[in-house]
């Protein structure tokens, strides 16, 4: 037996065994191969754009500011490289979705004329915003609450509270246009700075909000059921008030609004206008449409310049004659004494019939 294993082919056979089962038990520890990972094709949004931008009709460059639309451009793809463009404004009725410029976060000025806008999400991250108009069905303005450096705002329609309260918190506005659906605008008190308040059509009946916005200089209640006016005299800078078709029949609640001087009445269901005496700034009176039929509380109107009664019953003018600020007066459907037209004319005054 001894003599086997001290033979060469014995030696080598017994070197061979344990050299295999030396691999074999250090095979264990070693790391198993990596094998290499296909990388995917990068997914077909990720691609680098190129080419040229054309955009209504016209090339733009990739750093353009400015841009002003007036074809019919439902698609707004083409923008996406313009990360340098201020201003858009377009007038598109087939235009829907913004989504294609949620990444313009240069952008200050949106303007969206005559679409139908579904939606206002993608306008969340377009800090920049300043002015935004545009029309559509959106009914919900939550996606603008963090658009702090809003100064003016023009959408088709504030439906609910929590869209009043979206407008609340946006301390820098100095106008808005809207159509509200609600009664009231009390969580507007804070917009201090607010400037212009256009809401015709709207429902809005309680005005208490308007005597704390103490910068407002004009308000537009067009066809709004509003009758009691006693907080626009307290707002102490308004000088422009729009009332046209509303439920106004009583101006009582003006007098004493010190710096209003345009007033618009046309359509409503005012008779007398002697609560206008204690408006002493008044300058321009439009109450084309009133039951107005007597102007003699006008005769001590010393700043009038321009007086509107088309389709009134009034005839006789003569409480404007002889108001030297007179400057124009419209008598279209009128039935004035032809005499007192004369006077009128010969005075300076242009006469519209």
Excluded at 234 to 240: H, S
Aim: with cysteine.
């Amino acid at each position: 037996m001894t003599h086997l294993l001290t033979t060469p082919a014995t030696r080598s056979f017994l070197l061979l065994c344990a050299l295999l089962a030396c691999d074999a038990c250090t095979a264990r520890d070693r790391p198993a191969p990596t094998l290499p990972v296909a990388t995917p094709p990068p997914a077909e949004t990720a691609k680098t754009e190129s080419g040229p931008i054309v955009f209504c009709g016209k090339t733009w460059p990739e750093d353009t500011q400015t841009i002003s639309c007036s074809r019919d451009e439902p698609d707004l793809r083409p923008l996406r490289r313009l990360r340098s463009l201020r201003v858009l404004t377009m007038d598109s009725h087939s235009l829907e979705d913004l989504s294609p410029i949620a990444g313009l976060t240069s952008l200050e000025t949106l303007w969206a004329h005559r679409a139908y806008i579904r939606s206002y999400e993608p306008l969340r991250g377009l800090i920049n915003l300043q002015d935004i108009s545009m029309t559509g069905p959106a009914t919900s303005l939550a996606p603008l609450a963090g658009l702090h450096k809003l100064r003016r705002i023009a959408v088709t329609g504030v439906q609910t509270e929590a869209d009043v309260q979206v407008l609340s918190r946006l301390v820098n506005l100095r106008e808005i246009e809207a159509v509200f659906s609600t009664s009231h605008l009390q969580a507007l008190r804070t917009l201090v700075s607010l400037q212009r308040l256009l809401v015709a059509k709207s429902k809005l009946s309680d005005l208490t909000a308007v005597e704390s916005m103490t910068s407002l200089d004009t308000l537009d209640l067009t066809g709004c059921p509003v009758s009691r006016l006693d907080p626009i005299a307290k707002a102490p800078n308004l000088q422009t008030l729009y009332l046209r078709d509303s439920q106004t029949t009583d101006l009582s609640g003006l007098a004493g609004a010190a710096e209003l001087w345009q007033l618009y009445l046309d359509g409503t269901n005012v008779s007398d206008l002697t609560p206008l005496q204690k408006v002493p700034k008044l300058k321009q009176l439009s109450i084309n449409r009133t039951k107005v039929h007597d102007l003699t509380p006008l005769r001590a109107m010393t700043q009038l310049t321009d007086v509107d009664l088309d389709d009134t019953a009034v005839t006789d003018l003569a409480p404007l004659i002889g108001m030297a600020s007179l400057r124009k007066v419209s008598v279209a459907k009128v039935a004035a004494p032809a005499a007192q037209l004369a006077k009128l004319e010969a005075a300076g005054v242009w006469v519209s019939r």
